[in-house]
């Protein structure tokens, strides 16, 4: 029996002495009983650089540190370090440190077919970020940073900091004209997760139907809604918006709307419209969801409110700062009627127990010392003569194009004329080096061909060159 316990025992001890003489940082083991320890060093040294652990550039512990973190003697570690260095897997530097000189192969992986990148995109839902107010955002991060409660720092209900959902209370009563209060506010990361939020919510009520815009986008609601088991229904849409005759026979649960500037058409629900939607939700009960995504753009005519002010309790007002500021902020908001609140807040927290209390802070300064405004006040023209040039461009080079929506945002919509497909002017552009993209591909049922245009990211210059491209890929289907 002795006989037999003694090498489990020595297993063991074996097992521990590894584990005592393991580095966290390289994450070697060394084994007193596997042979010479500075070839078990550099073997586990080597094995991490070819497998890519270990990167090119980063440094390695000093010998001295090293030897007295895995409990070998220095002479080890020097010994190591020495041949792996003639080997060419480390380099020493000046002043004794030692850094990782090359990395593993890179796989060959075979990929698709190259495709010329387009030199000019009239891609859509594009905003500058160059001119991102970095100087006045920076201020703001600071005086939060020294003005900011402890507490914010902690884990946040998933409603939002009180101080950016009174921010924003003001701000869209006063701009936008909602009937917003902080307790109804849920801030959010951007327009995907506040659908995402709402279809949940709707769905484990036992919402089945959406009903959309056709066309409209068709990277949010939309398949979020078939990923939940949801019916999606698409509503015609005229030069003004929505077509409330056809949503009068609509059967849904929820509305998905873009009602100040619709998407991507660009029309503009009238009054009479909107008091139809309303009425169509409350006769069966629905909720309509109220996308504002970039009301704040405009040039030829007079700002329009908010549908949900018109009626709190039956529109969920959804806003953001990606076409205003930056996608990358990753900041939205959402107006609720009162009964949606808490359990939006309930998939919030679920979801990633509340967006970041720091940015959330910073745009409550930037908005209540006024910098959002100056910044609206300052992006309004660039992206106005943005468009004019837009459509200068297109009546001088090509005239045969029809563009609509053109009184605000960031984008038009050119319907093209009847004979030419969309697939065909986009194959021909993107030859010359520019992509543009068809609105068929955001249609429910087929409809007139047409194009987007956006121009919120292109100089005028690109504007230019890109339209001039577009009308010589047209000639050249024309001749063909």
Aim: net charge positive; hydrophobic share 45%.
């Amino acid at each position: 029996m002795r006989r037999a316990s003694r090498p489990l025992v020595l297993a063991v001890r074996s097992v521990f002495v590894a584990r005592e003489r393991t580095n966290p940082e390289l994450l070697v083991a060394l084994d007193p009983a596997g042979g010479p320890l500075h070839r078990q060093l550099e073997a586990a040294i080597r094995a991490g650089i070819r497998g890519g652990r270990l990167v090119v550039g980063s440094a390695l512990p000093s010998s001295r540190a090293l030897a007295a973190a895995l409990g070998v003697s220095r002479g080890v570690v020097v010994t190591a370090y020495e041949q792996l260095t003639a080997e060419g897997y480390l380099t020493s530097r000046s002043g004794g440190y030692t850094t990782i000189a090359t990395g593993p192969a890179p796989a060959v992986v075979p990929g698709p077919a190259a495709v010329a990148p387009a030199r000019i995109s009239f891609g859509y839902g594009r905003t500058d970020v160059s001119r991102f107010p970095r100087a006045a955002w920076l201020r703001s991060v600071r005086r939060v940073l020294t003005t900011a409660p402890t507490d914010r720092l902690g884990y946040t209900s998933g409603q939002g900091t009180p101080e950016l959902r009174a921010a924003l209370a003001e701000y869209l009563n006063r701009v936008r004209g909602t009937d917003a209060r902080p307790d109804t506010i849920v801030v959010c990361a951007g327009y995907a997760q506040a659908a995402n939020l709402l279809i949940q919510v709707l769905h484990a009520g036992g919402a089945t139907r959406l009903a959309v815009e056709d066309p409209s986008g068709e990277d949010d609601a939309r398949p979020l809604a078939v990923a939940a088991g949801m019916t999606v229904t698409g509503v015609p849409v005229g030069p003004d918006g929505i077509d409330v005759t056809a949503l009068a026979a609509v059967d849904a649960d929820a509305l998905v709307l873009t009602p100040s500037h619709q998407w991507p058409t660009g029309g503009v629900l009238p009054a009479a419209a909107r008091a139809a939607v309303v009425r169509w939700a409350a006769a069966r009960d629905a909720l309509v969801v109220e996308d504002d995504y970039d009301a704040e753009y405009r040039y030829d005519r007079a700002a329009v409110g908010a549908m949900q002010g018109l009626a709190p309790d039956r529109v969920a007002y959804v806003g953001s700062a990606s076409k205003t500021l930056a996608p990358g902020l990753r900041l939205g908001w959402m107006v609720l009627p009162a009964h949606l609140v808490a359990p939006v807040v309930a998939a919030k927290v679920l979801a990633d127990r509340g967006s970041p209390a720091l940015d959330q802070l910073t745009f409550a300064d930037f908005l209540g010392s006024g910098e959002f405004d100056r910044h609206l006040r300052r992006m309004r023209p660039l992206y106005r003569r943005r468009r004019d040039t837009l459509l200068a461009a297109l009546a001088r080079h090509l005239p045969q194009l029809r563009p609509v929506g053109i009184a605000a945002g960031q984008h038009l919509v050119a319907w093209l004329p009847p004979g030419l497909a969309e697939e065909a002017v986009e194959a021909a552009a993107l030859a010359g080096g520019l992509a543009v993209h068809g609105v068929g591909r955001f249609r429910l049922a087929p409809g007139p061909p047409g194009l987007l245009f956006g121009y919120g990211h292109l100089s005028e210059d690109a504007i230019e060159e890109g339209v001039a491209i577009l009308a010589e890929a047209l000639d050249g289907l024309d001749r063909r």
